[in-house]
């Protein structure tokens, strides 16, 4: 049992890493290709310490790519939904919103005033 538990760590880790480099365009069943197991079975050893279901590893990564994006850069929030996979501009902005409570566009303005007001304070 504990050497099951190490094994799962060990891959969850490995997914995650994966997931970080190949978000764009990763599926469940290219991960596991990748990693030389069966779909089901990654899954499976996911779900095993909480770790989370394969689409939620995913969303959490490209969100955070997502406002990483927003903050750093001026593109296009076109470009970053196609950027970080998504090729419904529509489905980003919700699943935005569901992850950040605002859509994109504001997020982008309250980080904006947050840097200005930050330096201003700072500048004292």
Known sequence: RQSLHR??????????????????NATLNSVAKELCFHPNYLSALLKMDGTGEFKDILFDIRMAEASNLLCKTDRKIEEISSEIGYANEGYFYKCFKQKYGESPDNYRKSIKILIKDSKALFSI
């Open 7 to 24: 094994k799962a760590i060990k891959i969850q880790k490995e997914v995650i890493e994966y997931l970080k480099k190949n978000y764009r």
